[in-house]
């Protein structure tokens, strides 16, 4: 019999993070029993308000039962990373779906900066949210990377839409994210964009980009070949760009490394075009129906590209200019429903077996792309020099799109490197900021 606990669960599995949720649930139990407040104590946490000695006390008292319980988890991570992450491990056992962590994560360190930050041991009626882990988690990673101690940041790639710019914005020269970029560049470090956005040649992300194409043109005191390390994967892991500039002819933007100068991944270069059309036929056969069922509107586009397939909701038309004069959204449930019915359908079509897809919603239209950030990542680490590739303990994806095994495509970018869950293209900006006056000191 299912209980309303179980149907919410397999309805909602896809949305959920299954670490952070376990966590929450290990932080909850010290919350309950620290507050579980009767009527006198309500009064008495209004008077604590007043007395603030109290206050100080129960708060306390809260921050160190949490800070031993992050003391737990990072021991449990740091074993599972002596296991190699060979899934054996206790937190595996304790969270079946957690997938790989690369480095040691600080958690207890990081717990501490980010409660007195958004004084979570305060709280005495709201435990502790889904947002503080995940803002906990960031900050443990960006600790392990600033740690003088361990092994060099040496790739960062940051998703595109939501992490540098708004939905469908573009990263022009009044975005503050640039000048973080900049520093990292001139670290030596490599910088990629690593979207699912997907064109074969270069305008578009030379629109998109322009802020940081003018900016980095402009900087005399980053040397060329620290230039060059500024690249965009685009549709997911199809086509790579590198910056390049001519101060001559006074031109600057992205050169497209062709696939056969070998950027691609052995895997890759295997999967027969055959199997690549049939799941993008397939894809756009889906999405016809899906149109039909769920009664979309006319103005719903479904495009099709070399090696992706989306729907998009399209523009209100005004009838006498025939100007698009408001864009078109699409409920989110008719998103989860489109995105769920093509990963389910394909994760069961031979050809789609044979290769790998990505399905995912982008908050108002959905995609089935060929790859996935994952290989658009490990490409990456292994663009620059093949014989001394960059280690996934080396690597920093920053996305947004990380919540469910379906459905969102910078979860994939977890099996490849290290990662920073953003919410916000500031949340970036906080952290990239964050790093750099870390290095500083
Ligand atoms: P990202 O957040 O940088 O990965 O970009 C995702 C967004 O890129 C999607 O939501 C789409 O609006 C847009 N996009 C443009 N072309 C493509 C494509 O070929 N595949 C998937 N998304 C695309
Ligand atoms: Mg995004």
């Not at 050169?255 to 052995?266: G, T, Y």
Request: net charge negative; glycine share 6%.
């Amino acid at each position: 019999m299912s209980s309303k606990y179980r149907i919410d669960y397999h309805l909602k599995r896809h949305r959920k993070d299954e670490f952070i949720d376990w966590i929450k649930g290990m932080l909850s139990i010290p919350f309950c029993l620290l507050h579980s407040y009767n009527l006198e104590d309500v009064m008495n946490a209004t008077n604590e308000l007043e007395t603030d000695l109290k206050g100080d006390k129960i708060t306390e008292e809260a921050f160190q039962r949490y800070l031993a319980i992050f003391q737990d988890i990072e021991s449990l991570v740091q074993e599972k990373i002596k296991d190699n992450n060979d899934g054996k491990s206790r937190l595996d056992q304790l969270v079946p779906s957690i997938g790989p962590i690369f480095t040691p994560l600080p958690l207890a360190r990081a717990f501490a900066i980010q409660s007195d930050k958004r004084r979570i041991s305060a709280r005495r009626f709201v435990s502790v949210s889904f947002n503080d882990v995940r803002h906990i988690l960031n900050t443990a990673q960006v600790l392990h990377f600033t740690d003088p101690n361990v092994s060099k940041l040496k790739l960062v790639t940051f998703d595109g839409d939501v992490t540098l710019y708004e939905d469908g914005g573009s990263l022009t020269n009044d975005n503050k994210i640039i000048l973080p970029m900049l520093e990292i560049l001139s670290h030596g470090v490599k910088v990629g964009l690593v979207t699912a956005a997907g064109y074969d040649t270069p305008e578009m992300y030379e629109t998109r980009l322009s802020g940081i194409v003018e900016a980095l043109y402009m900087r005399e005191d980053i040397p060329y070949n620290y230039k060059q390390n500024l690249v965009i994967m685009g549709g997911e892991s199809n086509y790579l760009f590198q910056y390049y500039e001519d101060k001559h002819l006074e031109k600057r933007g992205f050169l497209k490394v062709e696939p056969h100068q070998s950027w691609m991944l052995p895997e890759m270069v295997e999967w027969d075009d055959n199997d690549i059309k049939a799941v993008l036929d397939l894809a756009e056969r889906i999405l016809h129906k899906l149109k039909k069922k769920l009664n979309l509107s006319p103005e719903t586009q479904i495009i099709r590209k070399k090696r992706a397939c989306g729907i998009m909701p399209g523009h209100k038309v005004d009838e006498k200019t025939a100007e698009n004069i408001k864009p078109l959204k699409f409920t989110r449930e008719n998103l989860e429903e489109m995105v769920l019915t093509l990963q389910k359908i394909m994760e069961n079509y031979p050809p789609a077996q044979r290769i790998q897809f990505s399905c995912f919603d982008g908050g108002s239209d959905c995609w089935c792309d060929i790859g996935g950030k994952d290989l658009g990542v490990r490409a990456l680490q292994y663009f620059w020099d093949k014989e001394n590739p960059i280690k996934p303990t080396e690597t920093l994806h920053i996305g947004d799109q990380f919540a469910p095994m379906v459905g969102c495509n910078d979860f994939k970018s977890r099996l490849s490197g290290c990662t920073l869950w953003i919410a916000s293209p500031e949340e970036t900006n906080e952290l990239l900021m964050d790093i750099l006056q870390r290095w500083q000191k």
